[in-house]
């Protein structure tokens, strides 16, 4: 059965999660109960709310094999997107918050993450390779409007002639054009936009504040008019609810511009299992069990396993099938191909006033 919400007269719109149960750090549980008086209640509209902090590094390390990548930085925490199966969920609990409600109502902004990087990038023991936004939580939320802290960090790594790679499902991508098309050009920016599916009632369920699948596929086409090498990411694919969709969404985005294609297998880690599985019961009650229990079996018979080597992709036939069936259609439709190489020559400290001009 799905859960009870956090409290009764608490009105959740556009939310994935419906629940706010404590992470898995916390030693105790919240639960709403009646005082016994039959008194009516005003209902409350649950708001996002965004709270600062002043980093004192910004630049994270990644040994992950199974991504292409050393280094990442993350502008925000937590995510208004609300996808419901975001693997990053569970990092909230770090900050004693919830990976449900609070992961995308409780968002944290980083505004002085520009001047950290600026000095980080600085030191001369800084050996420069791409640098990995998006991968944690979307660089390009709404409240990046707000806030403009992404595009203050482009206009350093264009200064520095930085290279670097983003991953976004926000349109307000386009916004930075005038940036990341420069910046392409001196082989500096890759970008990978996520598309789950092209049912947009579908999309608004499982991603409730996230462009709608057609308007990122006109990103993708903003982005491909500007210069920019664009890879579509089918990510995360969901065993029965998405993966029928696997050969059309990367047809559409070829045909908007992409230039090459990845996917990712559904990812389930600590609290987003129990998240995903309530929203499974009450939005697709009847597909629930099948989509789990092909899912499971891509995983060694649990909800995840993060081996390294597998977890992206899962094990098993259906998992080799769906591989099979990607490589197929990346190949038919001309996506099968790398994105160009990142240029990490150029990297040097911008001309200051009063610096000595270089005479080559």
Known sequence: MPLPPPDPFLRLRAR??????????????????????????????????????????????????????????????????????????????????????????????RPTAPAVLAREIARKSYVCAPIAFGTNTDPYQPIEARYRIMRAILGLLSDWNHPC???????????DLDILGPMAARGLVRVGISITTLDPALARRLEPRAPA???????????????????VMVA????????????????????????????????????VAPLFRDWLDRHEPGRAAHVMARLTEMRGGRDYDSEWGTRMSGEGVHADLLAR????????????????????????????????????
């Open 325 to 360: 069936r990607f490589a197929v259609a990346a190949r038919r439709l001309g996506l099968d191909r790398p994105l160009p190489p990142a240029d990490t020559t150029r990297f040097a400290p911008p001309q200051r006033p009063g610096d000595q001009l270089s005479l080559f």
């Open 16 to 109: 994935g999660a419906s629940t706010n149960d404590p992470g898995r750090f916390e030693p105790y549980r919240r639960a709403a109960e009646s005082d016994g008086w039959d008194l009516p209640e005003e209902e409350r509209l649950l708001r996002t709310e965004v709270s600062e902090e002043r980093p004192r590094s910004v630049l994270n390390p990644v040994a992950s094999p199974d991504v292409g990548f050393d280094r990442s930085v993350n502008p925000y925490r937590g995510c208004e997107h609300g996808c419901i199966y975001c693997f990053a969920r569970p990092t909230h609990g770090y900050l004693g918050l919830s990976a449900g409600l609070d992961f995308e109502t409780r968002l944290v902004a």
């Open 213 to 231: 699948p057609a308007r990122r596929l006109a990103t993708i086409a903003a982005l491909a008019a500007a210069g920019v090498p664009v890879r």
């Open 165 to 175: 790679g983003i991953v976004t499902k926000g349109t307000l991508i386009e916004r």
């Open 236 to 271: 995360p694919l969901i065993p029965v609810l998405t993966d029928p969709e696997l050969e059309r969404i990367l047809e559409a985005a070829r045909d908007a511009g992409a230039w090459a294609a990845s996917w990712i297998l559904l990812r389930l880690p600590h609290e």
